[in-house]
């Protein structure tokens, strides 16, 4: 089973809804006993980095977020949700994060259009599980901030948008995708399940 943390930000069940479709069992949830006890867990996420912390704080959920990726067991951030695997960010203000993955999360600077809004192709710099059988292609990105991981390895996939952008991280069984696979078409999708199956893999495993 593959627990959609539920901490009030996020198109849970559009996540949901695609994991059930690779043939996964998936649960919305923000019972910190639902989540801790899934086989893997997805932590999507829509809106303000700030909002995003507060409402995990609140929710008593960023403790379990941290407690879970320290099991590990997989753990995928998507869009928000990767970027709040990161030490801070600079989205209105400064704001701490989960510090799973060292880095920070900045806003696209220079004369082009923000958000980086549109399909682009990956790159993948890092072998990775999650590509395991697929050749990079196009994504579909929404996005104002971008993160800069400190570590180069942490480093698996990016994209170009006047810059080289990190579209996909990871470290031991953290992982993030800066875009929603869910919504990226072929490959989002075939990405989102070697999720699955890394998953499946881990749990039959323990």
């Given at each position: 089973?593959?627990?959609?943390i539920d901490?009030?930000?996020?198109?849970?069940?559009?996540?949901?809804?695609a994991?059930?479709?690779?043939?996964?069992?998936?649960?919305?949830?923000?019972?910190?006993e639902?989540?801790?006890?899934?086989?893997?867990?997805?932590?999507?996420?829509?809106?303000a980095?700030?909002?995003?912390?507060?409402?995990?704080?609140?929710?008593?959920?960023?403790s379990?977020?941290k407690?879970y990726?320290?099991?590990?067991?997989?753990?995928?951030?998507?869009?928000?949700g990767?970027?709040l695997?990161?030490?801070?960010?600079e989205?209105?203000?400064?704001?701490?994060g989960?510090?799973?993955?060292?880095?920070?999360?900045?806003r696209?600077?220079?004369?082009?259009?923000?958000?980086?809004?549109?399909?682009?192709?990956?790159?993948?710099?890092?072998?990775?599980?999650?590509?395991s059988?697929?050749?990079?292609?196009?994504v579909?990105?929404?996005?104002?901030?971008h993160a800069?991981?400190?570590?180069?390895?942490?480093?698996?996939a990016?994209t170009?948008y006047?810059?080289?952008?990190?579209?996909?991280?990871?470290r031991?069984?953290?992982?993030?995708?800066?875009?929603?696979?869910?919504?990226?078409?072929?490959?989002?999708?075939a990405?989102?399940?070697?999720?699955v199956?890394?998953?499946?893999?881990?749990?039959?495993?323990?």
């Amino acid at each position: 089973m593959i627990a959609i943390i539920d901490y009030g930000m996020g198109n849970l069940h559009s996540v949901g809804k695609a994991v059930e479709r690779l043939g996964a069992e998936a649960l919305v949830t923000s019972s910190p006993e639902e989540i801790l006890a899934a086989d893997g867990a997805i932590l999507p996420g829509v809106g303000a980095f700030g909002d995003a912390m507060a409402n995990l704080r609140e929710t008593g959920l960023e403790s379990v977020v941290k407690e879970y990726a320290a099991s590990g067991k997989p753990l995928l951030g998507i869009c928000l949700g990767m970027q709040l695997l990161f030490d801070e960010s600079e989205e209105h203000g400064t704001h701490t994060g989960l510090g799973l993955l060292p880095g920070k999360v900045v806003r696209f600077q220079g004369d082009y259009k923000v958000p980086h809004m549109g399909w682009n192709e990956l790159v993948f710099t890092q072998e990775s599980p999650l590509f395991s059988g697929l050749n990079p292609g196009h994504v579909y990105f929404v996005h104002s901030y971008h993160a800069l991981p400190e570590r180069k390895e942490d480093l698996l996939a990016t994209t170009d948008y006047y810059q080289p952008v990190t579209a996909i991280v990871g470290r031991g069984s953290v992982y993030g995708m800066q875009f929603h696979p869910e919504k990226s078409g072929e490959l989002g999708m075939a990405l989102l399940n070697n999720f699955v199956k890394l998953v499946a893999n881990k749990a039959s495993n323990l």
